[in-house]
């Protein structure tokens, strides 16, 4: 599937590119695919790990809210960032610009941001860094990002042992496991009932991710979903005194604790390939033994932006 003909913004609110001359070739793999790009990022203005200073990142967000040119905000980089900015964030703008805001990981705290202040969807997808700027890119992570834009529908399916059986409606949201713990009891967090939470998160050892799943239980967050929807949850190493304790006996544990079904099987974290999740669609989840089906509507697309 190639590029829509459409303006895509790159904004850094979180890190910065380490590799400028990459970054350069997937503009112009963008922009030779038919997108209108327009950077907000510029190299010379990185600041310490940051794309920017604070007042710069802002910068970069407002400038293509205001872009009339513009229908997707694709996030350079994950990183870290975005909670430094928070409180600036002009949600309600960004939720008027009718934009599409796309990222993952780090950008885990805008989406949520944006649910808890306006209750307006965006998206779990990929980044610049380092989706598009590869020699040979995932197809099929770019295939995910431009079906699911264009809507009015998308489904993602899955395969792994073990499910549980699931038939459950709800709105999906969710992202980096560590982001979302960060924000608790924050007014960043959205009072989501009866959704479906996906999840994942990089070089967190299993206890780390029980830790964290533990907390959201005990928060009351866990306890008032419909299931919980596992992705990658990679990059650890295990220590010589596990005892056994890796993450399939971690997952035993906390299924068996949470009292709500959890599922394995999703392609979504720090992966190469990788679905895209509208977060705070409206979402069919089914699932057996083998695997699952996720299905998701009433999210805005690119046709409803561009009115």
């Known amino acids: ?27 112009a793999r963008l922009q030779a695919q038919g997108a209108s790009v327009h950077n907000y990022y510029d190299p ?37 960032g975005i909670s430094r900015i928070l409180p600036e964030i002009d949600f309600d703008a960004m939720a008027d610009s009718g934009k599409l805001f796309v990222g993952y990981s780090d950008f885990t705290a805008f989406h949520m941001g944006m649910m808890a202040k306006t209750g307006r969807a965006s998206f779990a997808g990929p980044m610049i860094c380092d989706d598009f700027l590869r020699d040979e890119p995932e197809q099929f ?7 699911c834009l264009a809507g009015p529908t998308h489904t993602v399916t899955g395969v792994a042992n073990g499910n549980p059986q699931v ?21 960043y967090f959205p009072e989501i009932d009866g959704g479906i939470l996906f999840l994942e998160d990089v070089n967190e050892h299993p206890y780390r991710v029980e830790r ?14 419909q299931a919980v929807l596992l992705g ?18 971690m997952l035993a544990y906390v299924r068996e604790r949470l009292p709500v079904p959890v599922l394995t099987g999703l392609e979504f974290g720090h992966i190469r390939r990788r679905v895209t999740l509208p977060f705070g669609g409206h979402a069919y989840l089914r699932s057996n033994q083998t695997g699952f089906s996720l299905q ?10 561009a009115r």
Do not use: C
């Not at 959201?216 to 979903?225: E, N």
């Open 232 to 249: 990658d949850f990679s990059g650890y190493k295990l220590g010589p005194t596990e005892n056994g304790y890796d993450f399939d006996t």
């Open 167 to 187: 038939d459950v409606r709800g709105t999906l949201w969710g992202g980096n496991l560590a982001m979302l713990v960060h924000l608790l009891g924050t007014p």
């Open 296 to 305: 998701i509507d009433d999210y805005p697309t690119l046709v409803r932006a």
């Open 44 to 80: 010379a203005h990185k600041f310490q790990r940051f794309g920017g200073t604070e007042a710069g990142r802002l910068a970069q967000l407002d400038a293509a809210a205001r872009d009339p040119d513009v229908q997707v905000v694709l996030a350079l980089r994950g990183s870290y």
């Open 212 to 225: 964290m799943l533990l907390q959201l239980l005990h928060a009351g967050v866990i306890g008032r979903q």
């Open 141 to 147: 992570t770019l295939d995910q990002l431009w079906s």
């Open 1 to 27: 599937m190639s590029t829509p003909e459409i303006g895509i913004a790159i904004v850094a609110p979180g890190g910065y590119a380490p590799d400028e001359a990459a970054l350069a070739r997937a503009i």
